[in-house]
Each structure stands twice: as structure tokens, then as C-alpha cells.
């Protein structure tokens, strides 16, 4: 029986909003042009520094282990928005994820434009930003998507049965233990109450040795090796169908710096586990739900991410902060609409970004640190402030058309 590695890396960058004040609204209606040198709010220069350090680097790995294993294959997942962004600041590195599409091994997962939450608030938005993506996708890499993802790998059974009408052959979650049980992510499952889309979930043990635990030198396990790496995956004893490594691409260089040795890991790794045994091989998240039957059911009334310890909601809509700013934006849709400016519109996506919330958090203690690494802000007050200024900006050009 076949044994495959399905390496799926999720590719993204908000547009963060600048230090804006109440002072800004009704004056300055743009809120993503920060451009102070090296500011953690300029968006050109995160661009261009995560290019440098992540994009590039792993994309010449990835593009070295198509050139020298047949059968290795990815999943790549691209927001609208950071394609936008590369092909305005990083054209390079657009062209270099172009050449792995254009293999026929790496394939791109839908999902929404603006990595919003808008499956939770608005049907009709959420679904018009993955038709947006879908065609983005088209046109940028001629390809489309067959499999799906919600923003933070957010889930539930809802979730499933409309990408189930929606045609999608596989959508992927969290193997979160609560939900597996006494099974294993090791498998193929099938969503509760859908007929024929397949669930994929992430071993979140292995992918987080890579993406949390690589470069941590008081960690028991350091340094990994991909020797060592290889044995645990060839210790399982489930007879596992696929190992789900499902991780952040900014993994690689960025959040593990290359002095960890995360790029000669990833180069080594893969031609172990394909030479360890015949039957290994690697594949995308589409070709593993058409290859392997569902073990069983999974019921997830109850939205699950990836995201924290609680593996919820909680680290975008945890506090009152984030709920009264998620809230704001949703309440202004029909109204943005309706005004058919196109800038806007465009505007009022970027803020539906997820990232903007997660910045809010309020958590301390095991998360808290994860939060104030990814955040370009002092504080999660300071993170409200700009957003619901920013808000307050969108009411003002809205008035300014006839809709108050």
C-alpha cells in the first residue's frame, strides 16, 4: 500500500494598517501606505524582507526537489491579496511560484481573497471572495482549484457541507485531538452529513516539529535531523495512509531563520523518506482524498483552527475588542456595496482580514507571545485604534456618497 507525505504550505501577508488617528479620518483615505524605512507597518518592506529571507530561498529548494524526485508533489495555498502584493513589490518571486504551478505538481487551494472570516458573517461576501480567488488563481496560474481551505484553517461541519455542494474534492482542518478521538490524522476521513467531498487533517505533532520546534535549542529533540525526522514518521503504528504537514510557508527562513538549518532539512528530507521504502511517495491534497477511501465519518458541529492551545475562535474574537470590531465591518456591507466604488470596496476587504483581529488579542500566558511576534504594534489597544479609525473613515466616505 502506498505511503505518502502531503506537504501543504499556506503562503500569506496582510496589508497592516499604519499608525492612523482620529485626526486621519475624513482627510487621508489610505491606510496601507505606510512609508517609513523599515517600519514594521510598511507593507513594501515586509514584502521585500520576507521575499529575501523566505520566499525566495524555499522556492529554489522546492523547485530543486521537483527537479530531482518524479513523484514530489505540494499543496499551495495564496490569498488574492498577497498575489496582488508580489506582483506589485515582488514580481520575481510571483514568477518563481508561477514555474512550480507550472509543473503539474504543486497545487493551489482555493480560499477567500482577503483571508477574512466572512464564512461566519456573510455568506454572501465569503462566497463572492472565493469566486474572486478562484478567477485570481485563473489568471495568475492558469489552474483551478479542485480542494479548499477557510481562512486559519478554520472548520466545521457547516463549512464542509457547502464546499460539498460547491463540487470541492477535499477540504483540510486541524487533527485536533478532541475531535479525532481514538483515530488518527494519519487517515482519510469524509465530513459528517456530505457525499462525496473528503476531510484531510494536519498532524499537528509532526508539522509543529518543523514549524514551532525546529530552531528551539532547549528542546529535547534538538537538533532534528531528517534522518531522525523520517524514523518517527516510518514509527507509526497505524499503517498510515498520509502524513499531513500542513505548516505556514514563512516557516521556512522567516519564522525558522536559516541559520536553524531549516533549508538543508527541507532539501535532505524528502529524498530519505522516498528512498526508505518503495511504496513512499508524496501527494497533494486532492490526489491523497482520490487515491485513499475515508476510514470513517468526522462530526465537528463546533468550529475548530489551527490557531493557540484552544484550537478555536479565540485568538481573532476573544475579547469584547474583537468582537466590536468584527462586528463594525459586517455591518457596513450592504452600504459598501451598494456605493459601487471600486478603491471603497477594495478597502473595506482589506480590513476584513483576519490578521487584523488576531492583532487585538488580549491573551498572555502560552499564546501571548506568539501574538505580540506577529504583531507590527505595541499593544492590541493600539491595534483597535487603527482599525476602528480607520472604520470610522469608511462611515465618512460612505456619508460623503448618500449612505449614512
Known amino acids: 500500500m502506498k505511503q505518502a507525505i502531503c506537504l501543504y504550505l499556506h503562503v500569506h501577508q496582510p496589508y497592516r494598517?499604519?499608525?492612523?488617528?482620529?485626526?486621519?479620518?475624513?482627510?487621508?483615505?489610505?491606510?496601507?501606505?505606510?512609508?517609513?524605512p523599515n517600519a514594521l507597518t510598511n507593507n513594501k518592506f515586509i514584502i521585500?524582507?520576507?521575499a529575501e529571507k523566505s520566499y525566495r530561498p524555499m522556492n529554489a529548494v522546492l523547485k530543486e526537489l521537483l527537479h530531482t524526485i518524479e513523484d514530489f508533489k505540494f499543496s499551495l495555498s495564496i490569498p488574492g491579496m498577497l498575489i496582488d502584493q508580489l506582483a506589485e513589490w515582488a514580481p520575481d518571486v510571483l514568477e518563481s511560484f508561477k514555474e512550480l504551478v507550472a509543473t503539474g505538481r504543486v497545487e493551489i487551494v482555493s480560499e477567500t481573497y482577503h483571508h477574512s472570516l466572512a464564512f461566519f458573517y456573510s455568506r454572501t461576501e465569503f462566497e463572492a471572495q472565493v469566486a474572486m480567488h478562484t478567477q485570481k488563481v485563473q489568471d495568475t496560474f492558469g489552474v483551478t482549484p479542485t480542494s479548499f481551505?477557510?481562512?486559519?484553517?478554520?472548520?466545521?461541519?457547516?463549512?464542509?457541507?457547502?464546499?460539498?455542494?460547491?463540487?470541492?474534492?477535499?477540504?483540510?482542518t486541524e487533527g485536533w485531538d478532541p475531535i479525532l478521538s481514538w483515530r488518527s490524522p494519519n487517515f482519510v476521513y469524509r465530513p459528517a452529513y456530505t457525499e462525496n467531498i473528503k476531510l484531510l487533517l494536519k498532524n499537528y505533532k509532526l508539522s509543529d516539529d518543523?514549524?514551532?520546534?525546529f530552531g528551539n535549542q532547549s528542546w529535547e529533540e534538538w537538533p532534528l535531523s531528517a534522518e531522525k525526522y523520517v524514523s518517527w514518521l516510518g514509527a507509526s503504528l497505524d499503517n498510515a495512509q498520509v502524513f499531513n504537514l500542513f505548516m505556514d510557508y514563512e516557516t521556512f527562513g522567516e519564522h525558522q531563520w536559516e541559520s536553524t538549518g531549516v533549508f538543508e532539512f527541507m532539501k535532505s528530507m524528502p529524498h530519505i523518506w522516498k528512498s526508505s521504502r518503495t511504496e513512499r511517495t508524496f501527494m497533494t491534497i486532492t490526489e491523497a482524498a482520490e487515491s485513499f477511501e475515508a476510514q470513517d465519518f468526522i462530526d465537528i458541529p463546533q468550529t475548530i483552527t489551527w490557531a493557540d492551545t484552544e484550537r478555536d475562535l479565540t485568538a481573532w474574537l476573544g475579547n469584547t475588542m474583537q468582537h466590536q470590531a468584527i462586528h463594525a465591518i459586517y455591518e457596513l456591507e450592504d452600504k459598501v456595496l451598494q456605493s459601487g466604488d471600486y478603491d471603497l470596496i477594495a478597502d473595506w476587504r482589506k480590513l476584513q482580514t483576519s490578521d487584523h483581529f488576531y492583532y487585538m488579542c488580549t491573551k498572555w500566558f502560552k499564546d501571548g507571545d506568539v501574538h505580540a511576534y506577529f504583531s507590527p504594534y505595541n499593544s492590541p489597544y493600539e491595534a483597535f485604534t487603527n482599525f476602528m479609525n480607520a472604520w470610522h473613515d469608511i462611515n465618512f466616505r460612505l456619508a460623503e456618497k448618500g449612505y449614512v
Open 17 to 36: 494598517i499604519k499608525h492612523y488617528t482620529i485626526f486621519d479620518t475624513a482627510h487621508d483615505h489610505q491606510y496601507f501606505n505606510d512609508q517609513a
Open 210 to 213: 518543523i514549524a514551532f520546534r
Open 149 to 172: 481551505r477557510n481562512t486559519e484553517l478554520s472548520y466545521n461541519n457547516d463549512l464542509a457541507y457547502w464546499a460539498d455542494k460547491a463540487g470541492y474534492k477535499a477540504i483540510i
Open 48 to 50: 521585500e524582507k520576507v
